[in-house]
């Protein structure tokens, strides 16, 4: 997908004739919509541009997965311990046992995605990631092993980070 206003900036990359180009949308999540209402394939893939470093791996295995569930998406479980937290006050320490940190990408049976953004927009509800959607719906989502490198990038120091781990350096 594209961000809005970006499209007349494309000529710069070279030829994308064999891209299908979709203007995004003002959330995520309709960014993504407006990408399923344009495929035909039965499958489709969600990845995040803010993950640069997701290897090729992960792409063939969320597909295969996709045998047994609506939906496969990559993680890493959870190392850190977590704190719920309300006006800086501590209120509780998280269980983290069965926590998993989500990434992209993130695989999809293609009408289940479309059906589960079409109830999440009829009820008015924004998910955190495409697989938020399909579970409310009643989908499986299977998880599967994700890379630490496969990080995302959100906060200037995420940029410097992989800006050393891209010249090869840590």
């Known amino acids: ?12 990359a070279g030829d994308l004739s064999g891209v299908r180009k979709v203007t995004g949308g003002a959330t995520r999540q309709e960014s993504v919509f407006n990408g399923l209402k344009t495929i035909s394939r039965t499958r489709v893939i969600v990845h995040d541009a803010v993950r640069p470093f997701a290897p090729a791996e992960l792409f063939s295995a969320v597909l295969s997965a996709l045998e047994h569930a609506d939906a496969a998406v990559t993680g890493v479980p959870v190392d850190q311990t977590l704190k719920r937290v309300r006006d800086e006050r501590v209120l509780e320490t998280v269980d983290r046992t069965e926590l998993w940190a989500v990434q992209t990408p993130q695989a999809f049976r293609t009408a289940a995605l479309l059906t589960a953004h ?6 008015g509800f ?3 990631d495409d697989a938020q959607l399909i579970e409310r719906s009643g989908g499986t989502v299977t998880m599967l092993r994700g890379t630490r490198s496969n990080m995302k990038l959100t906060y200037p120091d995420d940029f410097a980070l992989a800006e050393r781990l891209a010249e090869g350096a840590t």
């Open 1 to 12: 997908m594209l961000p809005r206003g970006i499209e007349s900036r494309l000529s710069a």
């Open 118 to 123: 079409e109830k999440g927009r009829a009820e």
């Open 126 to 128: 924004v998910g955190t």
